[in-house]
């Protein structure tokens, strides 16, 4: 099982930016993915998750009304897109496979992913 979170970089306050999570060695379509986020100095916080089939997503309330997570199936891939960027979303992105297939809830609990990509940076600063 691998995830590849990509597409991070330095972007101006207001800005935007959309992130990619690759995915392959496992039935991409039975499993939810998340993106989780730690900026230096803090924990690591969940910012969205989509789910197995695509038709359900979660927001933490941070990010709710200016991210937008989708899956492409036929790509195995999750993509993050980021508006409104600003200082305070500046930090390591991750995205992370569900440890149980087809789970009907959306976990927002780091330790509910037994699969991590390595992390992408995204900078927002003028």
């Known amino acids: 099982v691998q995830l590849q979170a990509s597409g991070g970089g330095l972007v101006q306050p207001g800005g935007s930016l959309r992130l990619s999570c690759a995915t392959s060695?496992?039935?991409?379509?039975?499993?939810?993915i998340g993106w989780f986020r730690q900026a230096p100095g803090r924990e690591q916080e969940f910012v969205t998750a989509i789910n197995w089939s695509g038709g359900k997503t979660r927001y933490a309330d941070s990010v709710k009304g200016r991210f937008t997570v989708s899956k492409d199936n036929a790509k195995n891939t999750v993509y993050l897109q980021m508006t409104s960027l600003q200082p305070d979303d500046t930090a390591v992105y991750y995205c992370a496979r569900d440890k149980i297939g087809q789970r009907y809830t959306l976990s927002s609990i780091t330790t509910e992913y037994n699969y991590w990509g390595q992390g992408t940076l995204v900078t927002v600063s003028s």
């Open positions: 060695g496992f039935t991409f379509s039975n499993y939810a």
